[in-house]
């Protein structure tokens, strides 16, 4: 949240946090349970924005797949990278096929971690016949989740995006219903209240999720879904900004803020 106030700032509008109704609810309207109130514009003038937070879902085939993938591939890969002492962005495709085809998937993906690591050289298909199969090297390693015991970390595991070639397909199968759930319920509840709505679609996450932090449809996929579901709800959201992997945030959705 900290960051949508410093974005709005960055573009020369003066922003304030006014409060957080779900955390502190007795300065609020009853019902108001968004997850914070920023006040937008100059003093004398500021509008009253109720902002909310939804991470953006991974389907539920990835989080499976990338359950599986861990547990073949990160203790190994963890292994081949200490030795080398360097760190190792390993991106995959999700395996299909019985458990003995994944297997023999998941073995040249770590064939192909330990050329990397030999030759000192990423590595990728340059058939292009499997684009998802890409082994990225990095000096040193990679500062893990401070809420995590294990720190700084060797390897990061993360799907190929989409885990189909339908990515819009995937995103009405997860968007959705999490979308459709904000747009009936707290922001709509804000709406009616008098409150501007925005709602801070979140790509970023953290390592805890079940795909990682690198689940990364586009911006222009994520505003396809939420223009299509926001219909449905005429008049209930104004805008909606996404938090990318990068720290940057762009507006996918209504008239700027």
């Known amino acids: 949240m900290r960051n949508l106030a410093n974005w709005l700032r960055s573009q020369g509008k003066q922003c304030t946090v006014a409060g957080w109704p779900d955390r502190d609810p007795g300065p609020w309207p009853a019902g ?9 514009g100059p003093d004398g003038a500021q509008t009253q ?14 989080a499976a797949g990338m359950a599986e993938a861990r547990q073949q591939l990160h203790v190994p890969a963890a292994q081949l990278a200490e ?19 994944r297997k023999t998937y998941y073995q040249e993906v770590l064939t192909r971690v330990e050329e990397a690591l ?10 292009g016949k499997d684009p998802a199969t890409q ?16 720190g700084a970390v060797r390897v990061h595991l993360v799907p190929f995006t989409g885990g189909s070639a339908d990515l819009l397909a995937e995103l ?12 009936g319920n707290q922001l709509k509840r804000a709406k009616d209240h008098g409150y501007h709505t925005l709602l801070l679609l979140d790509q970023v996450g953290n390592q805890s999720m079940p795909a990682g932090v690198t689940w ?3 911006a222009s996929a994520v505003g396809t879904i939420a223009a299509q579901r926001v219909a449905a709800y005429p008049g209930v959201l104004d805008a909606a900004v996404l938090a990318q ?9 209504g008239d700027s803020i």
């Not at 030999?118 to 058939?127: F, P």
């Not at 082994?135 to 294990?150: A, M, R, T, Y």
């Not at 992997?245 to 959705?253: E, K």
Request: hydrophobic fraction near 40%.
């Open 32 to 40: 108001l349970t968004v997850e914070t109130v920023l006040a937008v």
């Open 49 to 62: 924005w109720a902002v909310d937070v939804m991470t953006i879902p991974v389907p539920a085939s990835t």
């Open 83 to 101: 030795s080398a002492h360097r760190a190792v962005t390993i991106s995959i495709r999700i395996p299909a096929g019985d458990s003995a085809a």
């Open 118 to 127: 030999r030759t000192g050289s990423d590595y990728y298909d340059a058939s």
């Open 135 to 150: 082994v990225l090297l990095s000096d040193g390693e990679f500062l893990g989740d401070p809420s995590e015991s294990h």
């Open 172 to 183: 009405q199968s997860t968007l959705v219903a999490p979308l459709d759930k904000k747009l």
């Open 216 to 218: 990364l449809p586009s």
């Open 245 to 253: 992997p990068d720290d940057s945030l762009v507006q996918v959705f």
